[in-house]
């Protein structure tokens, strides 16, 4: 084709063809556009939600999600756009669509397991199951505390300190240990010999001087409750006393527990058994019998 050629073309065609870039260039420009205003709807929501919110969690929960949303509509807008521009341009869309079907669909099967987990990492975000700071149980097999959470894996720090990666797409169970309040679970045994009202006197008292301490009672939210005997033993009549706490702070409760219980009986004479030996040794005749 000759330069005459192209040029005729260009005057044959001249108002389709500039009509075709205005065309184009307004598409494009809406795009923009577009892209900008989400971008600024999204922040303005991230914006009122961050105002009325302090937890770093709630934070980073409400950042993660702004982001995903924030750029899957820019990647909706820039297709649309490149569709809008190839039908202007005069391609026939229906291969194409089901070329880019076939595709998507090969990338999708290949990528099932990434897509799972991105989609399941949405959810445990979107619907607050657990975030960075929560102990939480995975599948009744792994257990400490989120120290990572994106929409790929979840980072769990087990009390041995291991870092367990954990796929989001795997995750079927969670059991959350520290969510917006916890409860601290004490069992103490006392003799059999101990009247009952006595010991509920003492566990009473102790109770309420956990509330009144300076440390243990910030951790607490109300005073703890003396729920009575648990169960009888061998040698023991189990006691149990239970404490609403803080997130995550309920063993530090119940430890705290145990030492003003354990103070408590020895101030009041309450006996704390354990079992007892008994040998008894013959020698000439004689026995003997010691007690350890």
């Known amino acids: 084709m000759s330069f005459d050629d192209v040029t005729s073309w260009f005057s044959d065609n001249q108002a389709e063809i500039i009509g075709s870039t205005l065309r ?40 993660t999600l702004t982001r995903v949303l924030s750029s899957a509509g820019i990647v909706v ?41 991105v989609v399941t990492g949405f959810f445990i975000l979107f619907e607050d199951q657990y975030g960075v700071g929560d102990i939480i149980e995975i599948n009744e097999t792994a257990s400490g505390t989120v120290e990572e959470l994106t929409l790929r894996v979840t980072g769990l720090r087990a009390l041995d300190g291991t870092l367990h990666y954990i796929s989001n797409g795997n995750i079927t169970h969670v059991a959350n240990r520290s969510k917006d309040w916890a409860r601290a679970i004490v069992d103490v045994g006392v003799a059999y010999r101990e009247e009952p009202a006595k010991v509920r006197r003492v566990l009473d008292d102790v109770a309420t001087e956990a509330k009144e301490d300076e440390v243990l009672g910030k951790i ?73």
């Open 77 to 117: 807008i820039w297709i649309l756009t490149t569709f809008l521009i190839l039908e202007d341009l005069g391609f026939n869309l229906a291969p194409l669509l089901a070329g880019v079907g076939i595709i998507g669909l090969a990338i999708g099967f290949g990528a099932q397991n990434l897509v799972r987990d």
């Open 220 to 292: 607490l939210y109300s005073v703890p409750n003396v729920m009575g005997v648990e169960t009888l033993g061998e040698y023991e009549v189990v006691w149990r006393l239970s404490a609403d706490t803080k997130p995550g702070r309920q063993w530090e409760a119940a430890r705290t527990l145990r030492e003003k219980i354990q103070v408590a009986f020895e101030r009041e004479g309450v006996e704390i058994p354990f079992p007892h030996q008994v040998m008894i040794s013959a020698e000439a005749g004689d026995s003997k019998t010691s007690r350890s």
């Open 24 to 63: 184009i260039v307004a598409i494009i420009g809406a795009a923009f556009l577009l892209t900008r205003f989400l971008r600024r709807i999204v922040a303005k929501v991230k914006g009122k939600v961050e105002a009325h919110t302090t937890p770093i969690r709630t934070l980073q929960r409400t950042d």
